[in-house]
């Protein structure tokens, strides 16, 4: 079993940046599928980005060249960097991993983006 524990959510206004941690209750090294997700209000979860374990990214549509997903071995933790935030960034953001073929869930941050 693994629990994932997401920080770093918060207000900033159009134009700012936030980072976001997932910090699993297992070593990094041996969760596969890490990804990140946003629950914008009243919609379905959506796919924001994705880190293989050899460090291959890919980001949805909407986020690309502005969002940067890593995985940090040496601090046991996947980041998201998010630059230039529009307020249609605003939604819950979820970690995700799998481990031992099983996905588990994050319980969620906040981030809203002022107009």
């Known amino acids: 079993q693994v629990q994932l524990v997401e920080s770093g959510g918060g207000l900033v206004q159009a134009g700012g940046s936030l980072t976001l941690s997932c910090a699993p209750s297992r070593s990094i090294a041996v969760i596969n599928g890490m990804a990140w997700y946003r629950q914008i209000s009243g919609k379905e979860r959506e796919w924001v980005a994705s880190?293989?374990?050899?460090?291959?990214?890919a980001y949805a549509d909407s986020v690309k060249d502005r969002f940067h997903i890593w995985r940090d071995n040496a601090r046991d933790r996947l980041t998201l960097q998010m630059n230039n935030l529009k307020p249609e960034d605003t939604a819950v953001y979820y970690c995700?991993?799998?481990?031992?073929?099983?996905?588990?869930w994050g319980q969620g941050t906040q981030v809203t983006v002022s107009s």
């Open positions: 880190v293989v374990s050899g460090g291959a990214t």
């Open positions: 995700k991993g799998v481990y031992r073929g099983r996905e588990y």
